[in-house]
């Protein structure tokens, strides 16, 4: 059992987030065997829906035949159902579109297979899905089904009492008093009876609509604070949610939240980003102290008010974003200082970065950065730069695919040689002025490889998923102990086992386009936000901020 544990946590070393607010949409870059390939997918609001799968070719050839199904991981690939085959566009040659339903709630996946001239290839694009709205029925439409159950009811209540009074006489015959009694009791017995169906039905139907309701998903809720004795940032996992959102009476929370796994080696990855301003940035990763407690050492950030994401896996593969709120003061620092209460160790991998308020182009803090804009290079604290390849003035669209490409520089202006940064050639995040919409992506897309894992492992399992899941509090301490091996490993060791497996985004595999870094999104909403841009350079991170208004 235990190397059973340890060697899924090895195998899920290399996760990547799938994490979000607001963002639903699913991308993938990448190859389905022969074939190169971008995905993109619009996973549905509610639960029965479809999702809307858009695959496009880097090749357009003839005889290309693309098909694609839902994976549940809950049940592998027994049951799957079969295939459904993606229409080639007609105006945008190498594209193919189909929907797909998705009939349960969890971690899913999409199947999707290429055959054509250079043979077939598959590839298994992880989606989440959850219910986070539910449909209003337009009031003519209801108007209309109820004057139509009003009509078949009284229409029922004529016929059934015809068929006890009037139906009973000889041709001729004339109704006697004891016709119309009995006419009249089947006549309103029958009206009861119908009544009565009626009433439960509508019984049923709300308590499908509350149960609904209870389990349409929102982002988990937590308690963020800072300790004034240590300087200490501690996370509270809110369990009365987790405990309302859990089906299953056996399943407490203790249990759902042991189930976790790393992400590129941490257990969680928690940003700071200050409200309203989004000009100050911390990138921390928390250590768990419980099943629902986690601790990051807080770096000395400005004091005011920050909204709080923190991506976290769970076993399942199922990705999500914990949000709060937190208030910084000037003094917890000033205290922090003056006391001996041990401080938690700093990760070597946090970082935070000062930049100008997004709706003010100078910087308002000491030392701050100037956020990037299209076409025109930013100097980043290394003395190197960053630029984003989008030409000035070419404007941005909500609902579309986009590829947000930057290139980095040396000091010297030449192509910089990037260094893995946990596992990663570059991360981003990208956040609406309103904190509405929030992401953790990477140059492979917005999709888990972590959960992309989990569903492949499940597939290869054909037994219940009770024989599949160790138990919960031998997977947590195995969890631990190998995130905290992964700490004492150097990090070239630490990088080559995190990138094992992954796609062709690593320095050495990318060549001459190292220092190059792409990054495949469909931007949700119109409005303004902030992309968010790290990698890391001479074993020092380096971070850089854009500015980007989506119409």
């Given at each position: 059992m235990k190397r059973f544990i340890l060697c899924l946590a090895l195998l899920f070393a290399a996760c990547s987030s799938y994490a979000h607010v607001g963002s639903?949409?699913?991308?993938?870059?990448?190859?389905?065997?022969?074939?190169?390939?971008?995905?993109?997918?619009?996973?549905?609001?509610?639960?029965?829906?479809?999702?809307?799968?858009?695959?496009?070719?880097?090749?357009?050839?003839?005889?290309?035949t693309v098909n694609a199904k839902p994976v549940y991981w809950t049940v592998g690939s027994d049951g799957t159902p079969r295939a459904d085959v993606a229409v080639p566009s007609e105006s945008q040659p190498g594209r193919y579109d189909v929907k797909i339903w998705f009939m349960n709630m969890g971690t899913s996946s999409i199947d999707i297979t290429i055959d054509g001239p250079k043979g077939r290839g598959t590839v298994l694009v992880p989606v989440m899905a959850i219910s986070t709205a539910k449909r209003s029925m337009p009031a003519s439409l209801g108007w209309g089904l109820l004057a139509m159950a009003v009509f078949l009811v009284l229409l029922m209540v004529t016929i059934i009492s015809s068929s006890v009074g009037d139906s009973q006489l000889e041709a001729g015959e004339e109704l006697t008093q004891h016709i119309r009694r009995r006419r009249f009791i089947g006549g309103t017995s029958a009206l009861m009876i119908l009544l009565l169906i009626l009433w439960g039905g509508r019984s049923w139907w709300t308590a499908e609509a509350e149960n609904y309701t209870r389990f349409l998903y929102h982002p988990l809720q937590a308690k963020t604070t800072v300790d004034a004795g240590n300087g200490a940032l501690r996370m509270l996992i809110d369990t009365n949610q987790l405990n309302n959102m859990t089906r299953s009476k056996r399943m407490n929370v203790t249990r759902k939240m042991s189930y976790l796994i790393?992400?590129?080696?941490?257990?969680?990855?928690?940003?700071?980003?200050?409200?309203?301003?989004?000009?100050?940035?911390?990138?921390?990763?928390?250590?768990?102290?419980?099943?629902?407690?986690?601790?990051?050492?807080?770096?000395?950030?400005?004091?005011?008010?920050?909204?709080?994401?923190?991506?976290?896996?769970?076993?399942?593969?199922?990705?999500?974003?914990?949000?709060?709120?937190?208030?910084?003061?000037?003094?917890?620092?000033?205290?922090?200082?003056?006391?001996?209460?041990?401080?938690?160790?700093?990760?070597?991998?946090?970082?935070?970065?000062?930049?100008?308020?997004?709706?003010?182009?100078?910087?308002?803090?000491?030392?701050?950065?100037?956020c990037g804009m299209p076409g025109v290079a930013t100097k980043l604290s290394d003395g190197s730069t960053a630029i984003w390849m989008q030409k000035p003035g070419e404007q941005l669209r909500a609902n579309e695919l986009t590829q947000l490409n930057f290139e980095i520089l040396d000091p010297n202006g030449q192509p910089?040689?990037?260094?893995?940064?946990?596992?990663?050639?570059?991360?981003?995040?990208?956040?609406?002025?309103?904190?509405?919409?929030?992401?953790?992506?990477?140059?492979?897309?917005?999709?888990?490889?972590?959960?992309?894992?989990?569903?492949?492992?499940?597939?290869?399992?054909?037994?219940?998923?009770?024989?599949?899941?160790?138990?919960?509090?031998?997977?947590?301490?195995?969890?631990?102990?190998?995130?905290?091996?992964?700490?004492?490993?150097?990090?070239?060791?630490?990088?080559?086992?995190?990138?094992?497996?992954?796609?062709?985004?690593?320095?050495?595999?990318?060549?001459?386009?190292?220092?190059?870094?792409?990054?495949?999104?469909?931007?949700?909403?119109?409005?303004?936000?902030?992309?968010?841009?790290?990698?890391?350079?001479?074993?020092?991170?380096?971070?850089?901020?854009?500015?980007?208004?989506?119409?």
């Open positions: 639903p949409g699913v991308t993938f870059e990448g190859n389905a065997g022969p074939y190169k390939v971008i995905i993109s997918i619009n996973p549905p609001d509610v639960i029965p829906g479809t999702a809307m799968v858009s695959v496009f070719l880097e090749e357009s050839a003839k005889g290309i790393p992400d590129h080696g941490k257990l969680m990855h928690l940003f700071l980003i200050k409200a309203g301003d989004l000009d100050v940035f911390a990138h921390l990763h928390p250590h768990r102290i419980d099943s629902v407690t986690f601790e990051a050492k807080m770096p000395d950030l400005p004091a005011g008010k920050y909204w709080v994401y923190a991506d976290i896996t769970r076993l399942s593969g199922f990705a999500e974003t914990i949000v709060d709120t937190l208030e910084i003061k000037d003094h917890i620092f000033r205290t922090a200082s003056l006391t001996n209460h041990a401080s938690p160790a700093a990760d070597p991998d946090d970082t935070y970065y000062i930049t100008n308020p997004v709706n003010n182009n100078v910087p308002t803090r000491t030392g701050a950065a100037t910089s040689k990037l260094e893995p940064y946990m596992g990663m050639i570059a991360h981003a995040v990208i956040l609406k002025d309103d904190g509405t919409v929030y992401i953790h992506l990477h140059p492979a897309g917005s999709y888990s490889m972590g959960s992309q894992k989990a569903l492949l492992d499940r597939i290869a399992f054909h037994q219940p998923l009770d024989k599949y899941l160790p138990q919960p509090k031998e997977f947590a301490d195995s969890i631990d102990r190998f995130v905290a091996h992964l700490s004492s490993m150097t990090e070239a060791d630490r990088n080559k086992l995190l990138m094992a497996g992954m796609p062709t985004m690593t320095p050495t595999e990318m060549g001459g386009m190292q220092h190059q870094i792409s990054f495949p999104y469909t931007f949700p909403q119109p409005g303004k936000y902030r992309i968010w841009i790290q990698a890391k350079r001479n074993g020092t991170i380096i971070n850089s901020a854009f500015d980007a208004e989506v119409k």
